[in-house]
């Protein structure tokens, strides 16, 4: 098998703090493929957004990579210089953001934020990044890209200024694209929409792609493979059918029973009860325990390890979920 | 744009009637100039002469129609003292001013920006702490203090510069102006960094706190993510941003240092408008500060005006043409 093109192992990330040292993210793993898509979920403060900016080396002081590795097509990144890392940002690896209110300078025309990401990275003509920028937002499904190059982000609608930030993002052809929940803030219809062509865009480069979100329903529709994380673990990973249909984390299984779903009208919705650990506050053991049906002794000792299941599957829990009895019966 | 600017223009119209009215009850209530102008000795006879020369014999409400109509043929008034309309006695001392001003600005701005943003990009380093704090002694040191100790360490210890006055004038563009001489230089100097420290102080918190709050935006961390340099970081999006409320502050503060050199110029008996102000409240000559306060309601809202298109230059969500506001 290929080298994949973004292989993150046991990365830990953390935060000191006037209450200590708090561990953002604990011994992540994964890989991504060129073309892949890869779906990172899980609810705020689970680590997912800091995983994604470890992966572009933004963490910023008071945090740091306390460990682990992030290697880009077999080249390390973790130890790099600040220099060598943004000869690196937007041009192997890009990122977009949640809001696409705020992602963009409101003060700088559009022409002037797509062309200086082309001139951070190669030394080529305004005329030339122009004419590139140009290709780009026509590329995303922006109308007449040249007048638009020269209107500033207020006069976009929000679906139109993210398509601009991935078009900005995808100037460079980069190898990975992390995407830090970008549709969240859109309509359906324009998060539809915003999928579709980040999907095509994806597959015609060979862009391999982090996509982070709380949102089972994207990740359904857009990733190939998906991780779950939870108090900065992952605590399973597998393709994203197998995953979503018979999930092995009580954790995986809360999530998918709290997505409202037309199969089940009114039957109400199962929760998780209680919130996700504060940093802080995680609770010795397996960090899920205390919000978890099937948490025994065992799960308030220890910190389950990762447990490999068939179908190229990972969790970590004492006690998984059984196969669902209507795939059996 | 045009509707705006006579919209503008309209407001600052209104703004200039009601302060004409302040401005001319006000300083009829200050006392009577005929103690002061006529001579000690003069009888009965000799005083109501003078009064009736200057018109104040007549009512309030009818010297207050005449006032108001010289105004609006440009006129406002013959200073008691100097014999001479008002407003050129005034407008011979306003390049001297306005050099003081410009100087002072020019080097509030190059004080104060630069270490406004070094202190907000690293707030918690002991370089941006010391810079805040300093920035409190700017506020807080009295000007007229600041001004002797200037004058003591440079003029009167070093001889480096000179203590007092304005330099000889050279003619540009067809106005008298020391800026460009050497010599007038030298006499700019001092006055003008007494008056440019407070202004630098203000210009660095505000500069500061413009800063942080524009770093912490997700444009800059998207910038970061394009893999910018930290130059092109700072240097474009960072300072686009905070200069917006920078220009508000400026344009209010040059107003005032325009108006209220006051205390500067008599430290350093400076022959401005704001040291002819101050001659002329002791002297009550009335025409003159009349038309030197309408002058500075004029300015002030001149000033305002330029603030607000610069605003539009700046950031183009204040495009002005949108004018239901």
């Given at each position: 098998m290929a080298i994949p093109v973004l292989d993150v192992d046991n990365l830990v990330v953390s935060f000191g703090t006037r209450e200590g040292e708090l561990t953002a993210v604990n011994g992540v793993t994964f890989q991504v493929h060129a073309g892949e898509v890869l779906g990172l979920v899980g609810e705020s403060g689970s680590g997912k957004s800091v995983t994604g900016l470890a992966v572009m080396g933004l963490i910023d002081a008071p945090g740091r990579i306390a460990s682990g590795s992030i290697k880009l097509l077999g080249e390390e990144?973790?130890?790099?210089s600040e220099r060598e890392l943004r000869a690196i940002r937007g041009k192997r690896i890009a990122m977009i953001f949640q809001d696409p209110m705020t992602t963009?300078?409101?003060?700088?025309r559009i022409d002037t934020q797509m062309i200086e990401a082309i001139r951070a990275h190669e030394s080529v003509s305004e005329k030339a990044a122009r004419d590139r920028a140009r290709q780009a937002l026509a590329q995303v499904g922006i109308p007449s890209p040249e007048e638009r190059l020269?209107?500033?982000?207020?006069?976009?609608?929000g679906g139109m200024r993210q398509r601009v930030a991935i078009a900005t993002a995808l100037l460079n052809r980069p190898a990975v694209l992390v995407a830090d929940?970008?549709?969240?803030?859109?309509d359906v219809t324009i998060q539809a929409q915003i999928l579709a062509e980040v999907q095509t865009l994806a597959a015609d480069h060979g862009t391999a792609m982090v996509w982070i979100t709380h949102d089972l329903s994207v990740v359904a529709g857009l990733a190939d493979r998906i991780a779950v994380m939870y108090s900065g673990r992952i605590v399973e990973t597998g393709p994203v059918e197998g995953v979503l249909d018979a999930p092995i984390h009580p954790y995986t299984n809360g999530l998918i029973g709290s997505v409202p779903s037309?199969?089940?009208?009114?039957v109400p919705l199962a929760q998780i009860p209680g919130m996700a650990p504060s940093l802080a506050r995680v609770p010795?053991?397996?960090?899920f325990n205390p919000r978890c049906?099937?948490?025994?002794a065992t799960c308030r000792a220890d910190m389950p390890g990762p447990t490999l299941y068939e179908g190229d599957r990972m969790a970590r829990c004492h006690h998984p979920v059984p196969a669902p009895e209507s795939a059996a019966a | 744009m045009l509707v705006y600017l006579i919209r503008r223009l309209s407001q600052s119209l209104l703004v200039v009637a009601v302060m004409a009215t302040l401005v001319f009850l006000a300083v009829y209530a200050v006392g009577n100039p005929v103690d002061i102008l006529?001579?000690?000795?003069?009888d009965q006879q000799e005083r109501a002469a003078i009064t009736a020369r200057l018109g104040l014999d007549r009512p309030l409400y009818e010297q207050f129609g005449v006032f108001i109509w010289n105004a609006l043929h440009g006129d406002l008034g013959r200073s008691?003292?100097?014999?001479?309309p008002a407003v050129d006695v005034i407008l011979e001392r306003l390049p001297a001013t306005m050099e003081l001003a410009l100087v002072g600005l020019v080097f509030s701005i190059l004080i104060g920006i630069p270490l406004g943003v070094l202190a907000g990009l690293k707030p918690e380093s002991w370089f941006g702490r010391t810079i805040m704090s300093g920035s409190i002694l700017g506020f807080s040191l009295p000007n007229f203090w600041i001004g002797l100790m200037l004058i003591l360490l440079?003029?009167?210890?070093?001889?480096?510069?000179?203590?007092?006055g304005r330099g000889p004038t050279a003619s540009v563009l067809g106005f008298k102006t020391a800026m460009f001489t050497w010599e007038g230089l030298k006499h700019l100097i001092l006055p003008a960094v007494t008056l440019a420290l407070y202004k630098a102080a203000l210009v660095v918190r505000v500069a500061q706190a413009g800063t942080r709050e524009v770093m912490l935006q997700d444009y800059i961390r998207f910038a970061r993510a394009k893999g910018l340099s930290p130059l092109r970081i700072v240097g474009v999006h960072v300072l686009k941003n905070m200069m917006i409320p920078v220009v508000t502050v400026l344009g209010l503060e040059l107003g005032s240092m325009i108006a209220f050199a006051v205390v500067t110029e008599s430290v350093f008996a400076y022959p401005g408008m704001g040291k002819l102000l101050i001659d002329s409240i002791n002297r009550l000559d009335r025409p003159i500060i009349v038309a030197y306060l309408m002058m500075t309601v004029v300015i002030f809202v001149v000033i305002n005006l330029v603030v607000d298109l610069l605003y539009a230059a700046i950031d183009p969500r204040v495009r002005l043409s949108d004018a239901k506001g």
């Open positions: 990144l973790v130890g790099r963009l300078n409101p003060v700088l020269n209107a500033y982000p207020h006069q976009f609608s929940e970008p549709t969240t803030a859109l037309r199969n089940r009208r009114g010795p053991g397996c960090p049906a099937r948490a025994t | 006529a001579n000690p000795d003069a008691f003292v100097y014999n001479a440079f003029a009167v210890e070093l001889k480096l510069l000179p203590a007092s």
